[in-house]
């Protein structure tokens, strides 16, 4: 492979497709638009996990991993995620998912306003440590921590949350974010804290090490350029059927995912996935779509699609799956124990739905949350999610004249004030711009909300 991409037919074909596997991701347990569990029956099987074999290290990890991103909350009156995260619910999901073959569990200081590292040492530490990897990330975002000491402190405490006295994967977050190079040495290089988790990883405190990508490709690169310095064992992107042609298209800023992947590839390092779902999106589509998928193969759910994709890639080592519940669970281990691999028609489909799904207009958003807590209260990601409900199910409402106006309108209304508090909408957005450098997506965040802000008070002074 050279450096420009390639199609993927024809890198299909030179890696040898046939026969390999991999796994899955879903979103938060609201908003699917297919039933979990279509299709399916009978019970799930313990033992047809696919699995795939770490070339540094030897690991056996599952093709399906847990993300540990999107935990799921003991219910509250404040329609927010202040909630304390559901560590029973946790437990449960965890026992379920080590049972029938799921051994990668993914988190972040960052996750669940701080708490997802705790939650996940809880219900591991409840199992013998080698039957499970933990992949966990040097989260040091903030300017605050770019110190060595900071940074060193925060490595430290993720071990303390997680109940180990070493961590299986640890990564980089999301190099690439912010001002690109620039910040990646301010939290990386220029600190030390590279040098530092290199000589960690020669220490056998860290297994295995690698960083996860968003934004700035020359700091992708440049990271592979050095990898006879680093020795990646593994790196994390976002890839996902829409994403593998079309991210740059979505936003300049982003990468397509073909060319991520083959970068990978033609120097042999493992890729996790993440985002095969887009936080939800690519399972919550526009009603034609979702026939569409589900005309091809009845007995699948929607989201199984896009799991399947990733895990045909024969360079994917596992995808992670924010499963925050047992429905998405089951699911997913119904798509991947074991994998049934696309075939070279599946992938056209997909493509040729990928081209379909950019003709609306949804903002994308995939409710990963950096952009939270806004400083003036806004929900954002619940205002795109409820701004794409209503254009997948064609009740955003323009004309007038149209016979479907008044019901459109309605929908989008009401539907739009019992799912985002009236002091949490976009007319509160002052146009601060704090969450824009936070977003992996690159969202103009405050432009949308001041669009998503118009075109309410249109519908309000529009009644028909």
């Not at 609201?30 to 074999?53: F, L």
């Not at 939800?280 to 998928?293: E, F, M, Y």
Request: charged fraction near 25%; include cysteine; proline fraction near 5%.
């Amino acid at each position: 492979m050279s450096k420009k991409t390639i199609s993927r037919r024809t890198f299909f074909k030179t890696a040898g497709l046939a026969g390999l596997a991999s796994a899955g991701l879903t979103a938060a347990c609201v908003g699917r638009k297919d039933s979990a569990d279509a299709g399916a029956s009978g019970e799930i099987p313990t033992d047809a996990m696919t699995y795939r074999q770490s070339p540094s290290t030897g690991d056996r990890v599952s093709l399906l991993g847990f993300g540990m991103m999107r935990l799921p909350l003991v219910p509250n009156d404040k329609d927010d995620q202040s909630g304390d995260i559901d560590q029973e619910l946790v437990n449960e999901l965890v026992d379920y998912a080590l049972a029938h073959g799921v051994n990668y569990f993914d988190t972040s200081p960052a996750y669940c306003k701080g708490r997802s590292e705790t939650a996940t040492g809880i219900a591991l530490s409840r199992h013998p440590r080698d039957k499970y990897y933990i992949a966990t990330k040097l989260s040091n975002f903030d300017p605050s921590t770019w110190s060595r000491e900071a940074s060193i402190a925060m490595y430290r405490e993720s071990m303390r949350c997680l109940q180990v006295d070493y961590i299986d994967y640890m990564l980089l977050h999301a190099v690439g974010m912010g001002n690109g190079m620039e910040e990646f040495r301010a939290r990386y290089i220029d600190n030390g804290m590279l040098d530092f988790l290199l000589e960690e990883r020669r220490a056998g405190r860290i297994r295995n090490l690698g960083f996860s990508y968003h934004g700035d490709v020359k700091v992708f690169d440049y990271l592979l350029e050095h990898h006879d310095e680093y020795k990646w064992d593994f790196v994390q992107i976002q890839l996902n059927y829409l994403d593998w042609s079309y991210a740059k298209e979505i936003n300049p800023i982003n990468t397509n995912a073909e060319y991520l992947y083959g970068e990978l590839t033609r120097r042999g390092i493992p890729a996790v996935v993440m985002e095969p779902l887009l936080g939800g999106r690519l399972s919550a589509l526009p009603d034609n779509i979702v026939t569409r998928l589900q005309q091809r193969e009845p007995q699948r759910s929607v989201a199984s699609w896009a799991f399947r994709f990733a895990g045909s890639l024969p360079g994917v080592y596992t995808v992670l799956s924010g499963m925050t519940c047992m429905e998405h669970l089951q699911d997913n281990l119904r798509s991947f124990a074991p994998l049934q691999p696309l075939t070279d028609e599946d992938f056209a489909f997909l493509e040729a739905t990928a081209e379909l799904i950019m003709q609306f207009e949804t903002i994308h958003c995939n409710d990963c949350k950096y952009c939270m807590p806004c400083p003036y209260g806004l929900d954002i990601p619940a205002i795109f999610t409820h701004y794409n409900k209503c254009i997948n199910e064609g009740n955003i409402a323009t004309d007038t004249r149209d016979p479907d106006y008044a019901r459109a309108r309605r929908a989008f209304l009401v539907g739009y004030d019992r799912s985002v508090p009236k002091l949490r909408q976009a007319s509160h957005c002052i146009g601060c711009g704090e969450c824009v450098r936070h977003c992996p997506q690159n969202i103009r965040i405050p432009a949308e909300m001041r669009r998503i802000d118009a075109y309410v008070e249109r519908l309000k002074t529009r009644p028909s």
